[in-house]
């Protein structure tokens, strides 16, 4: 995700130095402007400083390395996905450096990062969403959803609502197939009611194809379900579809980690044996 959104900045005219952990992967960027540097000399003299990483820990121990660079003023955007809580300890600890933040993480995949149709979802003051709108722009479509952490909020709702959607989509293919019918014929049936979504539209083709080559990977959907139930906790909620989601990742996310979400169906397969949908092959690469 990192390379094509930082890609699209520096296509746009801002001046970009980049880092990753592993250089490598960060060189590309020379090809479009950027300038590659070390860590911490990467943030040296930024006013924007933007971090797409992993998980909360890691933007934590990021962000805390290039702290003392950072100038009062200075604008850091974490565009990762994380726990609502991370973002709102990464935004205590920038306020008493005088550091402004903003949680901004998205959704729509590598595909969306290329074409710059991300959804961002901005947490953070109205100030500071307004001087990185045109940055975020570049990206995608920004919405600003609330305060710090509110970004971060907003993404989770995003995942529960995608990982909920696969995990459906794949019981009503199996179902179909289950039932005597063709698969492929019941999702062009039913596209253009009231079930159609883009869930349907791609992750159930790639449930039909049986292609599991990853896109968004079931380890990330099942950190960001474990997230969604930790949210749920802070905000004294209770969500019996969500928990269900959660164990249906985690039931296969130490055999396909780095599979495609759509490995909702194998876990879902697992459940019920004998049962499968169509006769391809699976992909996984």
């Known amino acids: ?5 930082a890609s699209r900045i520096s296509q746009a005219g801002y001046p970009l130095t980049a880092w990753n952990r592993t250089r490598a992967k960060a060189e590309p960027l020379l090809d479009v402007g950027a300038r590659v540097a070390e860590m911490p000399d990467a943030a040296r003299s930024a006013d924007i400083v933007i971090t797409m990483l992993e998980d909360g820990p890691v933007v934590l121990q990021v962000i805390t390395s290039i702290l003392p660079l950072l100038r009062p003023g200075t604008l850091v ?22 550091v402004s933040f903003l949680d901004a993480p998205v959704s729509g995949g590598v595909l969306g990062a290329e074409e710059g149709t991300l959804a961002i979802m901005a947490g953070g003051s109205q100030a500071d969403f307004e001087r990185a709108e045109p940055v975020l722009k570049v990206m995608g479509r920004p919405t600003r959803v609330g305060p710090a952490g509110c970004g971060q909020l907003a993404k989770l709702c995003n995942q529960l609502i995608v990982g909920g959607t696969i995990s459906i989509v794949a019981e009503a293919l199996l179902l179909a197939q289950a039932g005597g019918a063709d698969p492929a014929a019941v999702r062009a049936a039913i596209r253009g009611g009231f079930a159609e979504s883009r869930v349907l539209d ?14 968004g990977q079931v380890k990330s959907q099942a950190k960001d379900m474990d997230n969604v139930l ?9 969500l019996p579809v969500a928990a269900l989601v959660t164990d249906l990742y985690h039931r296969i996310q130490d055999t396909f980690s780095h599979a495609d979400q759509a490995a909702a169906l194998l876990a879902l397969e697992e459940l ?8 391809k092959k699976d992909r996984f690469k």
Not at 272 to 279: C, L, M, Y
């Open 1 to 5: 995700m990192g390379l094509p959104m």
């Open 202 to 215: 791609v992750h159930g083709q790639r449930m039909l194809d049986r292609n599991f080559i990853p896109g």
């Open 230 to 238: 930790a949210a749920a906790s802070d905000a004294s909620l209770q």
């Open 272 to 279: 019920n044996p004998g049962k499968r949908v169509g006769d």
């Open 77 to 98: 955007i974490d565009m990762s996905s994380t726990r609502q809580s991370e973002a709102l300890q990464i935004h205590n600890l920038l306020k008493k450096h005088h």
